[in-house]
C-alpha cells in the first residue's frame, strides 16, 4: 500500500480515520524556509469537518502537531513530520457493514485486495479524513512556492447545476486566488454559493448527497518546468490529486472542450509582451508538451457525490454470499466540495515543489 507523493518532496500520508492520529511526512523540504503556523491552522480549517450544513457534524480540531523538521519556525532541511489526533470518532455506527460492503466506498475491492483486514471504521485508510494531514503538508508546500512568486487557489466552480464565475484563463488575478484560498466554500460569486447550498440543503434533506466541480489556478509559475512523457506536468499534478478519494475527473486548460474545437480555434496563438512571450488564449491550461509555457497553469477536478447516503441502497450480504439491503447509519458530508477544494490545492503544491526542485535549486 503505497501513500507516497512525489520524489524530492517527498509526502507520505498515513493513519486511519478512527485510529488515535493521522499524519504525514514530508522527507524532506528544503532548509531554510520560514513556516507560518497560523498560515498552516487556516488550511486546515477550510477542510475541517462540522463548518456548515454541507459538512458533516463530526468535529475535530484537526490542529497539527509537528514532531520534528522545524526549528524556530524554520525548516532543517530533515524530515518534516506531523500528526493529527482523532478524537469524533463513532466506530459502533460500522458495526452494520462488516458483512455489508457500502456501495461506492472502497469496502468490497479492499476486502478482496487486504483478504478482509482492511480497516472499516469511518473507512479507514481510504477515508476522506487522510485529507486533514495532506491539507496540512500541502500547506508547507504552498508557503515555499509563496517565497518563489507562486500562488496557488481555486473555488468551487460547480455544485449539482449551479456554476460559479470561472476565471479568467489568461489574466487570472492573483489577489482574487489570495482571497479564495483563505475562505471556507470559497466561490467568486456569493449568489451562486447560495443557489449551491439550497442544492445541498435539498439532497440533505432527502437523505442523499450532491456533487460537483473545482477550478484550481496557478499564478508566477516559471516557464521551462516539467517533462515530457511521465513527469509532465499534468501526470504529476494527477497523480497527486487523485490522492483525494472523491476525485473522479481531471481537465487541463480546455480539458474535454477540446473534443469540439478546431485545431485553428484550440491553438493558443504566442506573442511577445515586450520581452515575455504570452498567449492569446489559454486552452492548454499553461502546460504544453508536460512543461509550463508562461501561462497561468489552470485545472477543473470533478467530485464525486459523497456515497454514504442515509436511503437504503442495495448491496450484498458477504457472510450469507446473498442480496441484500442497507442503511448507513453515522455522520456524513451532503456534500465533499467545499472540503475538497483546499485538500486538492494542497496535491497540487505538493505536486508543483516537486517538480520545481527538479530544475531549480530550492
Keep these: 500500500m503505497s501513500s507516497a507523493i512525489g520524489s524530492k518532496f517527498k509526502t507520505t500520508v498515513f493513519g486511519e480515520s478512527h485510529g488515535p492520529a493521522i499524519g504525514a511526512v ?38 497539527p502537531e509537528i514532531l520534528s523538521g ?35 466506498h472502497a469496502d468490497y475491492a479492499a476486502g478482496v485486495r487486504y483478504n478482509g483486514h482492511n480497516d472499516i471504521r469511518g473507512g479507514g485508510n481510504f477515508s476522506g479524513r487522510l485529507t486533514a494531514p495532506l491539507t496540512v503538508a500541502g500547506a508547507v508546500a504552498r508557503q515555499i512556492l509563496k517565497a518563489h ?95 483525494v478519494p472523491a476525485v473522479k475527473g481531471i481537465e487541463f486548460g480546455a480539458g474535454f472542450g477540446f473534443t469540439s474545437m478546431l485545431g485553428s480555434e484550440a491553438n493558443d496563438a504566442m506573442y511577445f509582451d515586450g520581452d515575455t512571450v504570452k498567449c492569446k488564449t489559454n486552452n492548454c491550461g499553461g502546460i504544453t508538451g508536460g512543461i509550463s509555457n508562461g501561462m497561468p497553469l489552470l485545472l477543473r477536478c470533478a467530485i464525486k457525490p459523497t456515497p454514504s447516503i442515509a436511503k437504503e441502497q442495495d448491496t450484498i450480504n458477504l457472510k450469507t454470499k446473498s442480496n441484500d439491503k442497507l442503511i448507513i447509519e453515522g455522520r456524513h458530508d451532503p456534500c465533499i ?18 517538480l520545481l526542485w527538479e530544475v531549480k535549486p530550492l
Design 26 to 63: 514530508i522527507d524532506a523540504p528544503p532548509a531554510g524556509y520560514k513556516i507560518d503556523l497560523d498560515g498552516i491552522l487556516v488550511q486546515a480549517a477550510r477542510r475541517a469537518p462540522g463548518q456548515d450544513p454541507s459538512a458533516t457534524a463530526r468535529k475535530e480540531a484537526d490542529t
Design 70 to 104: 522545524l526549528l524556530d519556525g524554520v525548516t532543517t532541511g530533515a524530515p518534516l513530520a506531523l500528526i493529527i489526533r482523532n478524537s469524533d470518532h463513532r466506530s459502533h455506527n460500522y458495526e452494520n457493514i462488516a458483512a455489508r460492503p457500502r456501495p461506492s
Design 149 to 243: 512568486g507562486i500562488t496557488i487557489g481555486g473555488h468551487v466552480s460547480f455544485i449539482g447545476s449551479t456554476a460559479d464565475v470561472p476565471f479568467d484563463p489568461v489574466n487570472v488575478d492573483e489577489e482574487l486566488l489570495n482571497s479564495l484560498n483563505t475562505q471556507y466554500f470559497s466561490v467568486v460569486s456569493s449568489e451562486a454559493k447560495a443557489q449551491m447550498q439550497a442544492e445541498i440543503s435539498e439532497a440533505r434533506k432527502s437523505g442523499d448527497s450532491i456533487g460537483g466541480e473545482v477550478e484550481i489556478a496557478v499564478t508566477g509559475f516559471p516557464t521551462g518546468i516539467g517533462s515530457p512523457t511521465a513527469r509532465g506536468i499534468e501526470n504529476a499534478v494527477s497523480n497527486a490529486v487523485f490522492c
Design 337 to 354: 466540495v467545499p472540503r475538497a477544494l483546499p485538500a486538492i490545492e494542497a496535491a497540487v503544491a505538493i505536486a508543483l515543489v516537486d
